[in-house]
């Protein structure tokens, strides 16, 4: 498992992918990202999703941020760090990390639409390969079970992308309280923190 370097996020933008399927959480992520950002004085420009949002189809976003963003850059090789809520989208989407990049794992696994149908079949040596490209794999899902809601694993991963940024714990738990409905507040940020602590080395 791999150290995620610390980044000062004031200078050169820097680019987030986040890539799931549909019901882990993607978007709402990438909102919370966005709007941290923007909380902490950065300017901020948020892809389109890609993909299909719906239960099981893939979903990929990109948040840039910075002082200053001119442009909105996607291309393989451009993204300072992957976020990825599951290994096979990770795989996926390993061409878009550029060189030095961090890349953010959760160990869950779930079979895509074309597996589930029987047009594929399923990666071999997933976990090698993340290893390879010096991936930080969090057991997202048991840490946002002991906070109190496995769906929030989206979550808990904010929480280790946190540890590598240099905006203040405080605002993004802010942006929870805001932007989540009042139930699920205390367990989002409780989520949040396990991610925050979780060991990256």
């Known amino acids: 498992m791999s150290q995620l370097s610390h980044t000062t996020t004031g200078q050169a933008p820097l ?19 966005a709007h ?19 239960r099981g189809g893939a979903v990929t976003t990109v948040v840039r941020f910075g002082e200053a963003v001119a442009s909105m850059v996607t291309d393989p090789g451009c993204a300072d ?20 990049g961090g890349l953010i794992v959760s160990e869950e696994t779930i079979k895509p639409l074309s597996v589930l149908a029987g047009n594929a079949a ?12 010096g991936a930080c ?16 694993s989206n979550v808990v991963l904010l929480g280790v992308l946190a540890q590598a940024l240099d905006f203040p714990p405080a605002i993004w738990e802010e942006q929870i309280a805001h932007r989540l409905p009042a139930h699920l507040v205390a367990v989002n940020a409780k989520a949040f923190r ?3 602590s979780f060991n990256t080395t």
């Open 122 to 133: 399923m990666p071999t040596a997933v976990a090698d390969t993340l290893g390879d490209a």
């Open 137 to 152: 794999l969090v057991p997202a899902v048991c840490l946002a079970q002991e906070a109190g809601n496995p769906k929030c």
């Open 81 to 100: 760090f992957i976020v990825a809520f599951e290994t096979t989208e990770a795989l996926r989407n390993l061409s878009y990390l550029k060189v030095g």
């Open 15 to 33: 680019t987030v992918l986040l890539c799931g399927v549909g019901g882990q959480g993607t978007i709402l992520a990438a909102d919370l990202l």
């Open 194 to 196: 396990a991610g925050f």
């Open 36 to 54: 941290s950002a923007m909380a902490a004085g950065r300017q901020v420009k948020l892809s389109e999703i890609h993909g299909m949002s719906q």
